[in-house]
């Protein structure tokens, strides 16, 4: 009997263990840039938002780019918090499934059932906050969280005394910018949601391998991408300008997509004389 016990124990402990395994971890090589004239250094890492807790992405030169740098400059701060569904919610909006393409509202379905949200919370969402809610829905469902995300951890690890951390945006702000785009803009980000272009798996399989090729065939020169892309790398871009004419090392860390396409980061700095060089 206290062998048959000690199986049954043993077994117990091994079926707990087992539970509690995660998944096995993937090693990523996300793509960073240096920028460089003198004594003064700016990183640039594509990041992304959202990621499974499973993710290792602090490779030996991002670990070396995140120990030297001073200062940490991301899109908004982590710390911001801001009331999203008082930005979101419209008035008077049609159904969601009346604001999309017939052949697209099974997609609409399947893309609502996938973010857990209720319908008719979304049906009262404009167009961009629509589009922006379901586009996270697989991110969501892969287990990914902006608390493993790459911004959160950076954010967290330059509270370190010594560093610095700055934003270029108020979270506020950046949803203002999509609360302002027109409707015709809006619909079309809806769209593009709906077709597949902008999925979650296939941009983190590009973000953990560096593949800005592969980014790179989806980015399209066109009005929205100019505004969503376009307007922002280019104040980035003249940002990081005025700061290389100080000394010191900086790490800024933006979406993946923003350096990618027809108005990638990298290239915007290259244009304007600077020594760019891709480094990871």
């Given at each position: 009997?206290?062998?048959r016990?000690?199986?049954?124990?043993?077994l117990?402990?091994?079926?707990?263990?087992?539970?509690?395994?995660?998944?096995?971890?993937?090693?990523?090589?996300?793509?960073?840039?240096?920028?460089?004239?003198g004594?003064?250094?700016?990183?640039?890492?594509?990041?992304?938002?959202?990621l499974?807790?499973?993710?290792n992405?602090r490779?030996?030169?991002?670990?070396?780019?995140?120990?030297?740098?001073?200062?940490?400059?991301?899109?908004?701060?982590?710390?911001e918090?801001?009331?999203?569904?008082?930005?979101?919610?419209?008035?008077?909006l049609?159904?969601?499934?009346?604001?999309?393409?017939?052949g697209k509202?099974?997609?609409?379905?399947?893309?609502?059932?996938?973010?857990?949200?209720?319908?008719?919370?979304?049906?009262?969402?404009?167009?961009?906050?629509?589009?922006?809610?379901?586009?996270?829905?697989?991110?969501?469902?892969?287990?990914?969280?902006?608390?493993?995300?790459?911004?959160?951890?950076?954010?967290?690890?330059f509270?370190?005394?010594?560093?610095?951390?700055?934003?270029?945006?108020?979270?506020?702000?950046?949803?203002?910018?999509?609360?302002?785009?027109?409707?015709?803009?809006?619909?079309?980000?809806?769209?593009?949601?709906?077709?597949?272009?902008?999925?979650?798996?296939?941009?983190?399989?590009?973000?953990?391998?560096?593949?800005?090729a592969?980014?790179e065939?989806?980015?399209?020169?066109?009005?929205?991408?100019?505004?969503l892309?376009?307007q922002?790398?280019?104040?980035?871009a003249?940002?990081?300008?005025?700061?290389?004419?100080?000394?010191g090392?900086?790490?800024?860390?933006?979406?993946?997509?923003?350096?990618?396409?027809?108005?990638?980061?990298?290239?915007l700095?290259?244009a304007?004389g600077l020594?760019v060089?891709?480094?990871?």
């Open positions: 009997m206290l062998r016990r000690q199986r049954l124990a043993a117990g402990a091994m079926l707990l263990a087992l539970a509690g395994c995660s998944k096995p971890s993937i090693e990523a090589r996300p793509a960073m840039w240096r920028v460089s004239e004594d003064t250094t700016i990183y640039l890492l594509g990041s992304i938002h959202l499974p807790p499973n993710i992405w490779t030996p030169l991002i670990n070396r780019a995140i120990a030297l740098s001073d200062t940490l400059v991301l899109e908004s701060s982590p710390d918090s801001v009331d999203f569904q008082a930005v979101a919610r419209g008035v008077n049609k159904p969601a499934r009346d604001r999309v393409s017939p509202r099974l997609i609409l379905d399947t893309m609502i059932e996938r973010a857990g949200i209720p319908r008719a919370t979304l049906d009262g969402y404009k167009d961009w906050a629509l589009a922006t809610t379901l586009a996270t829905g697989d991110a969501i469902a892969a287990g990914a969280t902006t608390r493993d995300g790459v911004e959160e951890k950076l954010w967290s690890e509270e370190a005394p010594g560093k610095t951390r700055l934003a270029f945006y108020h979270a506020k702000e950046q949803l203002d910018q999509l609360d302002t785009l027109p409707e015709t803009d809006q619909r079309k980000m809806l769209e593009n949601t709906l077709s597949g272009k902008e999925n979650y798996g296939e941009t983190l399989k590009a973000w953990t391998s560096g593949d800005i592969s980014l065939k989806t980015a399209a020169c066109t009005p929205l991408e100019g505004k892309v376009g922002p790398n280019d104040y980035w003249r940002w990081i300008s005025a700061r290389m004419k100080k000394p090392i900086v790490l800024v860390a933006v979406g993946l997509g923003h350096m990618a396409g027809p108005y990638a980061l990298p290239n700095l290259a304007r020594k060089e891709r480094i990871e």
